[in-house]
């Protein structure tokens, strides 16, 4: 069976977030003056929504989660965001598909805005 549509997820499978997003969970951290993760940990912030793992990694009431978020969104938007690098192989594997008519999708739970300006920035639209 050959698909014509094809869906891709951004963090993880198309780019490695790990640098923007580690240092802006740093950055919110240390506004909310909560004890700094390592870098093990850090990891489990990638995938899951920013609020929920606030949460449940921090032990956040939701009111000091979604301040966080806001700390960490203040930092990702500026600088985080273009900390993400493309995977080897990424550009040429989308172009090839692109080229033999396939549909290509990305689905992500960040910010629409941030995930356009990631695939923009990094010549992935």
Excluded at 28 to 34: G, H, I, N, S, V
Excluded at 49 to 71: D, H, K, M, R, W
Excluded at 85 to 91: D, T
Aim: hydrophobic residues 40%.
């Amino acid at each position: 069976m050959a698909y014509q549509t094809i869906l891709f997820d951004l963090d993880g499978t198309l780019t490695d977030p790990y640098p923007g997003i580690s240092k802006s969970i740093a950055y919110a951290l240390e506004k909310m003056e909560a004890p700094a993760l390592d870098a093990q940990t850090l990891v489990t912030f990638i995938g899951p929504p920013l609020l929920q793992s606030f949460q449940e990694i921090c032990e956040f009431t939701e009111n000091q989660a979604i301040e966080a978020v806001g700390y960490y969104r203040e930092r990702f938007a500026i600088k985080g965001l273009y900390e993400n690098s493309v995977y080897a192989g990424i550009p040429e594997l989308l172009s090839s598909l692109k080229k033999s008519g396939k549909t290509l999708a990305v689905a992500t739970s960040k910010p629409t805005v941030f995930a356009e300006k990631i695939l923009h920035h990094f010549q992935l639209a």
